[in-house]
C-alpha cells in the first residue's frame, strides 16, 4: 500500500520561503504522477501544482505561478514543493497526492499524505 508522509510545514512572514517534502513509500514512486492540493478553513481543496513521473512536465496554479516550484527525486522517492514570496492567502493544510496522471483534479489521485500546515503570517 503506497504511504505519504508530508515535512516541512510551518510559521513563516509574508515574503518568506518554506520547501515541503513528501515521502513516498509502498510501490514503484516512478510510476506515479504527484501532486500538490491545500485546504484553508472553510474552503474546498483546492489544486496547487503537480509534476509527471519522469519530472519533466509539471504545471501550476495561476494563484502560486512564478512563487512555487514543484520537483522530485526519484532516487529518494520524495517530492518536493518550494514555496517563495509567500503570501497570508497561502495559509492552509498542504497534502500531496499521487495517480496515474498528473491532473488538477483531486479526483484523479489514488492516494494522499496526512497534510502539513502552513500558516504566513502579515
Known amino acids: 500500500q503506497v504511504q505519504l508522509v508530508e515535512s516541512g510545514g510551518g510559521l513563516v512572514q509574508a515574503g518568506g520561503s518554506l520547501r515541503l517534502s513528501c515521502a513516498f513509500s509502498?510501490?514503484?514512486?516512478?510510476?506515479?504522477?504527484m501532486g500538490w492540493f491545500r485546504q484553508a478553513p472553510g474552503k474546498e481543496r483546492e489544486f496547487v501544482a503537480t509534476?509527471?513521473?519522469?519530472?519533466?512536465?509539471?504545471y501550476y496554479a495561476d494563484s502560486v505561478k512564478g512563487r512555487f516550484t514543484i520537483s522530485r527525486d526519484n532516487v529518494k522517492n520524495t517530492v518536493y514543493l518550494q514555496m517563495n514570496s509567500l503570501k497570508p492567502e497561502d495559509t492552509a493544510v498542504y497534502y500531496c497526492?499521487?495517480?496515474?496522471?498528473?491532473?488538477?483534479?483531486?479526483?484523479?489521485?489514488?492516494?494522499w499524505g496526512q497534510g502539513t500546515q502552513v500558516t504566513v503570517s502579515s
Open positions: 497526492a499521487a495517480g496515474g496522471y498528473d491532473s488538477v483534479y483531486p479526483t484523479q489521485y489514488n492516494y
Open positions: 509502498g510501490r514503484t514512486f516512478s510510476s506515479y504522477a
Open positions: 509534476i509527471n513521473w519522469s519530472g519533466s512536465s509539471t
